[in-house]
């Protein structure tokens, strides 16, 4: 078990448009969900925690008013990229922990952001 | 703060040979440390953890690593590569903070030679 999924896998928009994008956990009820961005050849980086049911974390840096993120349930979250803008065209990966926000961390398969 | 140094970028070892990917981490907490994989265009597999049991972690597809406290490091090896392991490794370190922050390393890409 510990199956994490995420829709789309790949979108692409234009400048200005907002892309919605789903994590859910298909096995498990997740307590925690994170948000990562990747760049091409670089690390992942920590964008917000999200606990269901209350507002998220962001990281420093990241803004909240941009990148939306909802928990509506203990299997899905979202992350709303609003307005997107070419330099938000990224890797988007979603992760979940179980029992804790300090459990393992089951990771999505990522979502490709272009923005034309 | 917790910190990850994955050393070298890229690994290239021959089918059949030792792998061992390097990782140091600095965490102002007893650390949990993992090890992921990632193959092109995908999500992160968890391959092994550790969290403060056993200092030698057996994980999946044969790789183990060893936790040295004295050495602050976090080795991950595999005795015999297999094509099939050429992908991107990432060491990452959770740290004390309650919410559970993972810090990744920068990634070891590792391409496996026939």
């Known amino acids: 078990g510990a199956v994490v999924s995420q829709h789309p896998s790949w979108v692409i928009c234009k400048s200005g448009t907002s892309v919605k994008i789903e994590c859910r956990s298909l096995d498990f009820q997740a307590t925690t969900m994170f948000w990562y961005r990747q760049f091409p050849k670089q690390s992942l980086m920590l964008m917000a925690t999200s606990n269901e049911g209350s507002k998220a974390t962001y990281e420093q840096g990241v803004e909240k008013d941009k990148f939306l993120i909802n928990h509506a349930s203990l299997t899905l979250s979202t992350l709303t990229v609003t307005s997107a803008h070419p330099e938000d065209s990224s890797f988007y990966i979603c992760s979940a922990s179980k029992a804790s926000p300090r459990d393992t961390q089951y990771f999505g398969p990522g979502t490709r952001l272009t923005v034309l | 703060a917790q910190s990850v140094t994955q050393l070298g970028s890229h690994v290239s070892v021959s089918e059949g040979a030792l792998v061992l990917l390097r990782c140091n981490y600095s965490?102002?907490?007893?650390?949990?440390l993992f090890w992921y994989v990632q193959y092109p265009n995908q999500g992160l597999q968890l391959l092994l953890k550790y969290t403060s049991a056993a200092t030698l972690v057996k994980g999946i597809n044969g790789f183990e690593a060893e936790f040295k406290k004295s050495e602050t490091s976090f080795h991950l090896t595999k005795p015999s590569a297999h094509m099939s392991d050429a992908a991107e490794y990432f060491c990452a370190v959770l740290g004390g903070t309650s919410y559970g922050k993972l810090t990744f390393g920068q990634g070891t890409i590792l391409t496996v030679h026939p």
């Open positions: 965490s102002s907490v007893p650390p949990y």
